[in-house]
């Protein structure tokens, strides 16, 4: 068998299995999401049971303490005026009366027939002041509750409290149509249940049960249900996952064949060539002050220019170059690049910082040190208006050579920054041990600030990181001007993103950094109609 075909079929085995393990984690991690999910709304589903409870308690307690400060005593005619403004009055409230030591009836308010039955057990010589009881009146799942008061004197107030105050449903609908919901007093007396049990949820292995018990009042609410219930919520997401490893697994097994049947040497020729003809240019984003709308310098960003002037993106070719050892030369050229286009405007603007991106790889040993060295000795760019950036994503082989050639740099006056912060392999080793100078909050974070709870205080967590250590602090990614507004909130001055600029050309990009110079940047700006968002990848 040929060695295209023994590479086409390790291809397809490698694509079935990239297919199905991701298929079976994502189901995995879809399922516990939902689960958790599932509880947090159940959760809150309890919260608003026990609230409402109590506050229909303590309302009508409340209530009937009034009443016993304007010392009522008898079911004369102006105690029972005093009743009908409780009733009117509150609105858990629908009846206030009197009752004897026997717990039976003396007068009520509204008027009605008295049964002549204990609607409260007999009173006790050392029993507590508030009582709590259910009557057989029932609404939507809720039984009317009577609350009492004792007046010391054999006689207690009592008020009936509606059904409706508690017989509410609340929770999302796919909880609703399954779920079964529970208010008991004092652990035995059912006060309110909706929804019905099912084989499911009476199972503990199959089922989701919350409990709460309230801070006030002998109250617990129980919410329970099937976790078939709560799967339904990610069935789209599964549906979705599926199809995404699918199609991965034929894009791999194109590839396969694609790579089986083109010579090896061939693409690995052509990169050279590119390398040669100085096919790989610098692109330049600009890296903005968010508080004063002036430009702070740039990220410089690794294009490739076919002869028929089609960009490539980064990603198409990045991982190749880095992995053939390609990058240090296209690096260097990338470096020279950038004293030829910008050096004047660097002289010009003496404040403005150039960020370089270094690999992992660069940090195996301190030519790159010479390089920068022999490149912007001489050069309109000074030391200290460069910035190396090392990425978080890809681990540093030598942690302590990198310190040590980083330390080098930084004796230049050259600033270190670590990039995609957060994301990597690194983290708070990274900024212990490099004693880099800036940290870049990843486009990950800043994609939800404002919407997910987490990546805004992680945001803040990485704001009030930097000002501990006295390092500067950079957003990535910024698309949107409310993103701006929140990350000034939140204390950082440093942004770059398309709601900016995207990557642009050396005369695009001098043509903006004149116009911001001359203007500032209008924060009320649009992304210029732009809608195909992607990425700007080192």
């Excluded at 508690?166 to 609703?176: H, N, Q, T, V, W």
């Excluded at 960020?355 to 660069?362: C, P, Q, R, T, V």
């Excluded at 082989?397 to 392999?425: F, N, S, W, Y």
Aim: with cysteine; proline share 4%.
């Amino acid at each position: 068998m040929s060695k295209r075909y023994i590479i086409f079929l390790r291809t397809v085995v490698i694509a079935v299995l990239l297919a199905t393990a991701p298929l079976f984690v994502a189901n995995m991690v879809l399922n516990q999401y939902a689960e958790r999910r599932a509880e947090t709304e159940m959760v809150a589903m309890a919260e608003r049971y026990i609230q409402r409870a109590d506050n229909a308690i303590s309302d009508t307690v409340s209530a009937l303490q009034r009443l016993d400060r304007d010392d009522i005593q008898t079911c004369d005619a102006i105690d029972r005026e005093l009743f009908q403004t409780v009733v009117s009055g509150e609105g858990y409230v629908e009846a206030v009366g009197l009752v004897d030591r026997d717990g039976k009836q003396m007068c009520v308010v509204p008027d009605m027939r008295l049964s002549g039955k204990s609607i409260l057990p007999i009173l006790k010589q050392d029993g507590p002041l508030v009582g709590i009881g259910m009557l057989d009146r029932s609404f939507l799942g809720a039984r009317a509750a009577v609350v009492s008061w004792d007046l010391r004197n054999g006689y207690r107030l009592f008020a009936e409290v509606t059904p409706a105050a508690i017989a509410s449903d609340p929770g999302p609908e796919y909880l609703r149509a399954y779920r079964r919901a529970e208010l008991r007093l004092g652990g035995d007396i059912l006060w309110f249940a909706t929804g019905g049990y099912n084989s499911e949820s009476s199972n503990p292995d199959h089922a989701i049960v919350v409990k709460m018990q309230s801070d006030s009042y002998p109250l617990e609410a129980t919410i329970v249900a099937p976790k078939s219930a709560a799967i339904h919520m990610v069935q789209e997401l599964k549906v979705i996952a599926a199809t995404a490893c699918a199609a991965f697994a034929l894009l791999f097994v194109a590839i396969g064949v694609w790579f089986s049947w083109r010579p090896e040497s061939e693409a690995n020729d052509e990169f050279i060539a590119a390398i040669r003809n100085g096919e790989f240019i610098p692109y330049y984003q600009p890296v903005m002050d968010i508080e004063t709308g002036s430009m702070r310098g740039c990220e410089v960003l690794m294009r490739w220019r076919r002869p028929n002037g089609e960009i490539v993106p980064p990603g198409q070719f990045m991982e190749y170059a880095e992995r053939n050892g390609h990058i240090f030369e296209m690096t260097r050229q990338l470096m020279v690049q950038t004293c030829d286009e910008v050096g004047q405007l660097y002289l010009d603007n003496p404040d403005m910082k150039l960020s370089i991106n270094l690999f992992a790889g660069h940090f195996r040993n301190r030519e790159v040190v010479t390089d920068i060295t022999s490149i912007y000795e001489n050069s309109n760019i000074s030391f200290q208006q460069i910035v190396v950036e090392v990425t978080e994503r890809y681990p540093l082989e030598d942690m302590e050579l990198a310190r040590k050639i980083m330390a080098e740099m930084q004796a230049l006056g050259v600033r270190v920054a670590l990039d995609d912060v957060g994301t990597g392999h690194g983290g708070m080793a990274y900024l212990q041990k490099l004693g880099v100078d800036i940290i870049k909050i990843d486009k990950m974070f800043i994609d939800a600030i404002g919407d997910d709870a987490s990546s805004t205080t992680i945001v803040d967590s990485m704001v009030e990181l930097a000002d501990n250590l006295g390092m500067g602090i950079i957003a990535e990614g910024v698309e949107h001007e409310e993103q701006v507004e929140r990350l000034r909130e939140l204390g950082v001055t440093a942004a770059q993103g398309y709601f900016f600029a995207r990557p642009l050309p050396v005369d695009q990009f001098i043509e903006f950094a004149e116009r911001i110079g001359a203007e500032g940047f209008k924060f009320s700006s649009s992304l210029d109609g732009e809608e195909d968002v992607e990425e700007a990848v080192a």
